[in-house]
């Protein structure tokens, strides 16, 4: 039986019909509704990009590669560019500070605990971004909470609105839960026993933690990383109402371009600026990070 089955196989490799295995058929939806979805709205983007603006209509069906030239060489979009990188980064990085321990403290704890704690965290998630931004603003503002308390102490007002500031504390509230719920996982992984062993070999608890869980948790560290500074450079809201119109960002400059000012070439080709730019900024630290695990391994 045997045999046939090898037979048969060799006698469709012959004819040239290559049968698709159920395994490679599960994937098809997924690249469909990527492709669908990311790939084919990207390319009519880069299409666009390339066309000329017109103020009869969206634009005319006449190449040219003249919206990159005046991006490329313009200051104020690399300003732009260079801020809306600067507060990705620092939200990343401050929210790792924030959630690292929390997800450490989870790891850690009984599961019905554990389950009432994520629920705590994933609550927030639960309420829509305008909210929770409003709430900010309400917080925030020269006549907000904050500086209504410092006032009360005889203190001089903080300008915590309209600013960088702001949209900030705004991005890390807003996505600390994603990066806690990336971490999570890895640090779950890595047994307990781990440290204990260390500990009792003479390791101190500080070395035992960047010796052992550091490391092991690296691939967490890296997919949040990823998943906070990709959703907070794209984000639009939270900059809008949080900075107004002092602080913008690349999100609000191609909205501008394209609500406003009707330039669809020129608001596309900033689009293809700034993705082209997050993709090199992305595949560095993988590289990095990759490296460095690589190092510690």
Same mark, same amino acid.
Request: hydrophobic share 45%; no cysteine.
């Given at each position: 039986m045997a045999t046939t089955k090898v037979a048969s196989t060799e006698s469709r490799t012959s004819q040239g019909i290559r049968v698709p295995s159920p395994t490679s058929l599960l994937i098809l939806p997924t690249l469909v509704v990527v492709g669908f979805f990311l790939i084919l709205p990207y390319l009519n983007m880069l299409y666009i990009s390339l066309m000329t603006a017109n103020n009869q209509g969206a634009f005319e069906r006449k190449?040219?590669?003249?919206?990159?030239a005046?991006?490329?060489?313009?200051?104020?979009?690399?300003?732009v560019i260079g801020l809306t990188v600067q507060l990705g980064l620092l939200t990343v990085l401050i929210s790792l500070l924030i959630s690292y321990p929390a997800a450490y403290h989870l790891?850690?704890?009984?599961?019905?605990?554990?389950?009432?704690?994520?629920?705590?965290?994933?609550?927030?998630?639960?309420? +829509?971004?305008v909210i929770r931004t409003y709430g900010w603003m309400i917080i925030l503002s020269d006549t907000g909470l904050i500086n209504q308390a410092l006032r009360a102490l005889h203190l001089p007002a903080? +300008?915590?609105?309209?600013?960088?500031?702001g949209v900030l504390i705004g991005l890390i509230h807003i996505y600390v839960p994603y990066m806690v719920l990336a971490l999570l996982g890895p640090l779950q992984a890595i047994d307990p026993d781990l440290e204990s062993a260390a500990r009792s070999l +003479?390791?101190?608890?500080?070395?035992?933690?960047?010796?052992?869980?550091?490391?092991?948790?690296?691939?967490?560290?890296?997919?949040?990383?990823i998943l906070v500074f990709v959703l907070a450079i794209s984000a639009y809201i939270i900059p809008q109402l949080l900075g107004g119109f002092v602080t913008i960002t690349m999100p609000i400059l191609v909205v501008q371009q394209v609500t406003d000012l009707l330039n669809w070439p020129e608001g596309s080709a900033l689009t293809v600026i700034f993705f082209v730019v997050a993709v090199v900024i992305l595949a560095a630290y993988a590289r990095l990070m990759a490296f460095f695990m690589r190092g510690l391994s």
């Open positions: 190449l040219t590669f003249e919206n990159y005046h991006n490329l060489t313009d200051p104020f979009i690399w300003k790891s850690r704890q009984p599961p019905r605990r554990r389950g009432l704690l994520m629920m705590l965290i994933i609550t927030p998630l639960l309420i +829509g971004v903080a +300008g915590l609105m309209y600013n960088s500031t +003479g390791a101190s608890r500080w070395n035992a933690f960047w010796r052992i869980t550091w490391p092991l948790s690296l691939p967490g560290v890296l997919s949040g990383s």
